[in-house]
Nanobody
Framework: QVQLVESGGGLVQAGGSLRLSCAAS????????MRWYRQVPGKQRVWVAD???????RYLDSVKGRFTISRVNANNTVYLQMNSLKPDDTAVYYC?????????????????WGQGTQVTVSS
């Protein structure tokens, strides 16, 4: 019912930058918190950053000062600006969002995932 579409991944050299984008779509839903996760093949998916509907942000310690999460377009789009990229940042990055139906009021929130976008940082 809520779809998340990601873009912006690619191949960069260490020290370079990328900006990931995730656009949420769906009728009759309120998008609440949005998050970025990343996953290396064969390893568990790890939380990277999140942002609430009012703009409060949190980051994984290893990306603080380098990554910035933000929201635009009436909170339907979330970005992850990644600077000073390191080879250890190489992963598939996934967008995640909490959404609740607008009506009736008070229904529980569900979580949705994007398809993932590959980020590769060369040394």
């Amino acid at each position: 019912q809520v779809q998340l579409v990601e873009s912006g991944g690619g191949l960069v050299q260490a020290g370079g930058s990328l900006r990931l984008s995730c656009a949420a779509s769906g009728s009759g839903f309120s998008i609440n918190a949005m998050r970025w996760y990343r996953q290396v093949p064969g390893k568990q998916r790890v939380w990277v950053a999140d942002i609430t509907s009012v703009g409060t942000t949190r980051y994984l310690d290893s990306v603080k000062g380098r990554f910035t999460i933000s929201r635009v377009n009436a909170n339907n789009t979330v970005y992850l600006q990644m600077n000073s990229l390191k080879p250890d940042d190489t992963a598939v990055y996934y967008c995640n969002a909490d959404a609740s139906p607008l009506r009736p009021r008070g229904l529980p929130t569900n979580t949705y995932w994007g398809q993932g976008t590959q980020v590769t940082v060369s040394s």
